[in-house]
């Protein structure tokens, strides 16, 4: 979608996990953290440093790295928000939204991520960013239901 001539994207999901609202939270942080993956499903641990201002980073050792996000807003276990590049090499800001609720036995997540600036022509169309979001939504729910 572009909006008066600026690129934006939008992707929203929302999974019901048959596990608790916390055990649901902390395999965001884990999934997103030490056991992120590569969208071929290859290794890509990160560190996220869960309070406000902290960073969602990968370290590859002696000073290098990639900084996708800082943490905006952190609210355990209802609320995750994280802004930043993200995967993305330009100028564009993201934006990367959590919200967990309990309703009727399940943790429902109601996951977002919006995009806005140039935002590179390949993930404008969502395709892949859907499904990379979605493969993340998946090991979540699994984690989750696994550790009941």
């Known amino acids: ?88 090499s330009a100028p564009a800001l993201n934006h990367v939204l959590y919200r967990l609720t309990e309703e009727a036995g399940m943790t429902v997540v109601r996951f977002t991520h919006r995009a806005v600036g140039l935002v590179p022509p390949g993930l404008l169309d969502g395709v892949n960013t859907t499904t990379g979001w979605t493969r993340m939504l998946s090991r979540v729910r699994a984690a989750a239901e696994n550790r009941k």
């Open 1 to 88: 979608m572009i909006t008066a001539g600026i690129p934006t994207l939008e992707i929203t999901k929302t999974e019901s996990i048959a596990a608790t609202i916390d055990i649901v939270f902390e395999s965001i942080l884990e999934q997103m953290g030490p056991y992120c993956e590569a969208p071929d499903g290859s290794p890509l641990p990160m560190k996220l440093e869960a309070w406000p201002g902290g960073r969602w980073y990968r370290d590859l050792g002696e000073n290098s790295g990639h900084l996708w996000a800082h943490v905006q807003s952190i609210r355990a276990p209802n609320l995750l928000e994280l802004q930043g590049p993200l995967f993305m």
